[in-house]
């Protein structure tokens, strides 16, 4: 692994496209799969999900909360699946929503960003809602490792609404808050900075404003949620750089067969194309 994140992604996606794919160990996939659930069939699962998707993608996204469902033997899972992945080429972004103050926030950057960690990974997704500055030491900590952040932003669920697009006192939502935030450890960063932001493919165009951004979006809801990629062009507009659509049932669904998940990561991945509107 070579320099800041945002670069790495950059050349990722120019390489095999936008699409960040997911590995979400689901009992209910689990089940359809015909998988015990229980580690052994959450590692049959996993494995078989990396090595199969992992080489056709930018970014794998696995989510660690059904891993660590399992206990310590899913978190082994975890850390063999991630390591897969990366073997394979990918980008691998933990889903892990943490955050937290002072010393507990340092001791989950601890787990996932250093060269090294056991669970290391290129970037994760982290929750603001301590406020922003409580992820100050994730922040310094990412960037001096050349690792990336994904800060919940606008997520895709109905209940986040109210909270995510309430005013704050300097007029703005505060989804948009922390779009602007994120930002402003972007700015001057080339070709793209190292804090990205959680925007759900399935909110409303026009509510917000992600032009200075300068950083990657994770875009969830695409796919099983509902979203099309005429959604995505209408949402995130030409020409924006680093717009990752996640989707992981919509591929997942086709397991256990191998091809059968390689040829539905292609089919996904060419269904998006470019997002810049048509001229």
């Known amino acids: 692994m070579s320099g800041r994140f945002g670069a790495r992604l950059a050349r990722a996606v120019a390489e095999k496209g936008p699409l960040c794919a997911g590995i979400d160990p689901h009992p209910g996939l689990l089940q359809a799969w015909g998988l015990p659930a229980d580690a052994g069939g959450l590692e049959k699962f996993a494995l078989t999900a990396a090595e199969a998707i992992a080489p056709e993608v930018a970014v794998i996204k696995p989510q660690s909360a059904f891993f660590e469902a399992y206990g310590p033997p899913g978190v082994a899972v975890l850390a063999k699946t991630m390591k897969v992945c990366r073997e394979a080429g990918a980008l691998v972004l933990l889903d892990v929503k943490r955050g937290d103050i002072g010393s507990t926030m340092a001791a989950y950057t601890a787990a996932f960003l250093p060269l090294g960690a056991e669970l290391e990974a290129d970037a994760i997704t982290v929750s603001p809602y301590l406020g922003f500055g409580s992820l100050d030491f994730a922040v310094e900590v990412a960037q001096a490792q050349g690792k990336g952040l994904f800060v919940l932003a606008r997520t895709s669920n109905p209940e986040a609404q109210g909270l995510q697009n309430a005013l704050l006192p300097n007029g703005k939502t505060v989804a948009q808050d922390i779009v602007d935030t994120a930002a402003a450890h972007n700015a001057g960063v080339g070709p793209l900075g190292d804090i990205g932001v959680v925007v759900g493919a399935t909110i409303a165009p026009g509510e917000l404003d992600l032009s200075a951004l300068n950083g990657p979006v994770l875009a969830p809801g695409f796919g099983a949620q509902g979203a099309t990629p005429a959604d995505l062009r209408a949402l995130f507009g030409p020409g924006l750089p ?29 269904s998006l194309g470019p997002l810049e509107k048509d001229q």
């Open 242 to 270: 680093g717009v990752l659509p996640a989707s992981s049932r919509d591929v997942l669904k086709h397991g256990p067969d191998p091809e059968a998940l390689r040829a539905a990561v292609r089919r996904t991945r060419d």
